[in-house]
């Protein structure tokens, strides 16, 4: 009896071939990742903005926005 030890298709926001579902689809996958990125990058700008009305720490609230833009990202395997 022979096993089939193949890898499955990838079902997450990357293709598993770079032709794959046609020039839609990757353009679609392509917006879909750029969105991820502006909002983990807004995250950032975010999180190192000094607001003098808010009592905050700087330091924690950058930790704040790097955890929130690393969490986007894996989010969307990124």
């Known amino acids: 009896m022979t096993q ?3 890898r ?3 079902t ?3 293709p598993t071939a770079p032709d794959e579902g046609g020039p839609e689809a990757r353009l ?3 917006e879909s990742q750029v969105a991820t990125l502006a909002e983990a990058i ?4 975010q ?3 000094k607001i003098p009305s808010q009592d905050v720490p700087l ?3 950058a930790a704040r ?3 929130l833009a690393h969490e986007l990202l894996l989010s969307q395997d990124l």
């Open 47 to 49: 999180g190192l903005e």
């Open 12 to 14: 997450g926001t990357r």
């Open 42 to 45: 807004r995250a950032l700008a």
């Open 28 to 30: 679609s996958l392509l």
């Open 8 to 10: 499955q298709p990838d």
């Open 59 to 61: 330091a924690e609230e």
């Open 65 to 67: 926005g790097a955890r």
């Open 4 to 6: 089939n030890h193949s």
